[in-house]
Structure formats: C-alpha cells, structure tokens
C-alpha cells in the first residue's frame, strides 16, 4: 500500500566529543516494534540473490545480478559488506510516476581499500531525479564503521519535514518550505544493493571490482509505521522529536550539528559550483532552524 507518512527508520548514543555524537533524551527507534520480513514486505526483483532466516534479509550482488537486487522493505538495522551502493532505504513512488517521481533515500556509495564509506542522503521531487537531474544531497562520513555491527538507519516523512537518522540521531532535517520543493505525493519503501560504477565511487572513477563478489548487504529488526494518505485525522505516527508539531529538540539540534561539522563531506547547498536557483530551499537555511525550533519550544510548553 502506498504511504504518505510520519515513518521511521533508526540508534543509541553517549558522550559529547569529536568522536560519538552528545546526548540525545529521545530515541524514534523505541516507539515501534519490529516486524517479520514477510510481514510487510516483498521481493521485487532478484529472489535468487536473497535469503531469509527468521528476522534478517540477506541480499547479494554478483555478476548474475544483472545490476540490481530490488526489495520493498523497511529497515531500521543494517551490516553491509560492499563496493557497490546499497541503497537500503528509499522512499519512491517511480512505478506510479515513471519519468517524473519524487524520492527520498540514503545510500551507501562505493569505496576504495583503506578508504570510509560514504553515506548519501538525496530528496528528488517531481522528476528532478529524471532527465536533467537536481539532486539535493548530502554525504557523511559516519563515525563508527558500517560493515562491523547493525545499526538503525531512518528516514521520517511527515507533512512538515523530512528527518534522516542514524543510530537515533538526526543527521539532517530537510523542510517543507513550500510544496514545489518537498515531496507530497503517496510512496513506497524500497531498498536495494546495486553496481552505479558508472558514478557512485569517487565520481566513477573506481567501478565495481567483481573479483570480490558477491558484495553482501544484511537487514534486521524491520520496522514501518505512519498514516496512509487516506488514514482518519486521529492517526497519530510516530515523531522524529517530543514535538507533534515537528522538529527537533535543542538536544537533537546540537547532535545534529555535531554531525553535521565533524562528519559532512558535501552539501549541495554550500557547492559553489551549482546554481541554487532551482534549490530554494537552501536560503536563509540557519534562520530558518533557529525560528523551528523556537515556535517548537514555546508549543512544548503550551502543551
């Protein structure tokens, strides 16, 4: 079923420093329980290149994978073993929109030896992510590495905002500030481990090596939840924050920004090399966070 939704997928951290992010007080991934594979999801493409074992998904790419392996799913937790992008959680609605879809997703790209792996964040609206492609991405080197244990990886939709989260914490807040430049439409949950050599590793430079396949990518502890665009007005999803309204805490903001100074490696907004006058959304953004979380503050306290 298509869902337009306050969705999650998720962490819990300590301390303060250059090294792990600061206290958070709250933590989305606690406030949904997790779910069998087959409960809620399905194999779209590729179900000789999966295997399922009670509460975990394996999915692999090798050279018979004719470039893809294509799920519907939902995760929270992830371990990764790869060269290719993974792209293990991505909402779409492509298959209703071919050609002029919205999409929002985070992905593994491609690495070298010795090299961290890269997360990307991207929101397309409107078939920006077709043809002439505005992408509206933001990349991090995470702080821990991915391949070692399973982690929450989320992404929140609701009507106000978008909130990607790593381990419970948020790594970046994309707003609705108006509905040319956020998407509106119903979508599904994907997720899928694919070879994109042709960009994803240092810009194409290093393409899939195939003499390390299969590269590996392993789910569990699923979880889904929200409002469908046609669920009753007293449905009432889970929040990225305390606040119903949306955004985030002062603390979410200060973790967030820990991230966002210690672990970013590109954001569209601050390329000098594109034109932001198709991406509007990257004006005045600073001011914008602040005046959030002042309305949020004052709310909280009315509530």
């Not at 819990?12 to 090294?19: E, K």
């Not at 994978?65 to 992008?85: A, T």
Request: net charge positive; aromatic share 16%; hydrophobic share 35%.
């Amino acid at each position: 079923m298509p869902l337009f939704l306050s969705l999650l997928l998720i962490l819990w951290f300590p301390s303060t420093n250059a090294d792990w992010p600061p206290s958070l007080g709250y933590w989305p991934s606690s406030k949904l329980r997790p779910m069998s594979f087959y409960s809620g999801f399905r194999n779209l493409w590729g179900p000789n290149h999966q295997t399922v074992d009670q509460s975990s998904l394996t999915i692999w790419l090798d050279r018979t994978s004719e470039k893809k392996v294509d799920l519907s799913l939902f995760v929270l937790f992830i371990r990764v073993s790869l060269v290719p992008p993974l792209s293990f959680n991505l909402l779409s609605n492509n298959e209703v929109h071919p050609g002029f879809h919205d999409e929002v997703d985070m992905e593994f790209l491609g690495t070298t030896f010795g090299k961290p792996y890269t997360l990307q964040t991207n929101v397309y609206i409107r078939g920006s992510g077709d043809g002439k492609i505005i992408g509206r991405e933001m990349k991090f080197h995470l702080w821990f590495d991915p391949t070692t244990d399973f982690h929450h990886y989320i992404i929140l939709w609701s009507p106000k905002e978008v909130v990607f989260l790593v381990d419970d914490v948020p790594i970046r807040r994309y707003p609705r500030k108006s509905d040319a430049t956020f998407p509106l439409r119903p979508m599904w949950v994907n997720g899928s481990i694919w070879d994109a050599s042709s960009w994803a590793t240092e810009d194409g430079k290093y393409k899939a090596d195939y003499r390390y396949q299969p590269f590996v990518a392993k789910y569990t502890n699923f979880k889904a939840g929200g409002c469908s665009a046609y669920a009753p007005a007293w449905c009432c999803p889970v929040s990225a924050s305390p606040f119903r309204a949306g955004g985030l805490t002062m603390q979410q903001y200060r973790a967030m920004r820990w991230v966002q100074r210690y672990h970013t490696v590109y954001d569209y907004c601050r390329d000098p090399k594109r034109s932001h006058a198709l991406t509007p959304e990257c004006w005045s953004e600073s001011k914008y966070l602040t005046n959030s979380w002042i309305k949020n503050f004052f709310q909280l306290l009315c509530d």
